[in-house]
């Protein structure tokens, strides 16, 4: 069973950091790209970040994000992470990690991030 658990949100000020956890079992991690993913309030969820497959050389953000977020795999612990660095009010949303959109059978809970002063 395919199963992407997500920690590390919280409340943060404008401006401030955050660092996301994603961690993963049911996969062949290291086989597998990895993608964040977001939902902001009343809103569709929309991509992140991707990180490529074994040693993650290619890495992808969205426009919104660049610049700002960074993603790094640890294969050996079966965990990506996303650095967020000056977050904005924008970028509120609760964050979900999975693989390929086309590929995705589950979400996990994801974790909320808010971003406000």
């Known amino acids: 069973q395919v199963q992407f658990v997500e920690s590390g949100g919280g409340l943060v000020q404008p401006g401030g950091s955050l660092r996301l956890s994603c961690s993963a079992s049911g996969i062949n991690f290291g086989d597998s790209a990895i993608v964040w993913y977001r939902q902001p309030p009343r809103k569709q969820r929309e991509f992140v970040a991707r990180?490529?497959?074994?040693?993650?050389?290619?890495?992808t953000f969205a426009d919104s994000v660049k610049g700002r977020f960074a993603i790094s795999r640890d294969n050996a612990k079966n965990t990506v992470y996303l650095q967020m660095d000056d977050l904005r009010p924008d970028d509120t949303a609760v964050y979900f990690c999975?693989?390929?959109?086309?590929?995705?059978?589950?979400w996990g809970q994801g974790t909320q991030v808010t971003v406000s002063s």
């Open positions: 990180i490529s497959r074994d040693s993650g050389i290619t890495k």
């Open positions: 999975n693989v390929d959109i086309n590929l995705v059978r589950s």
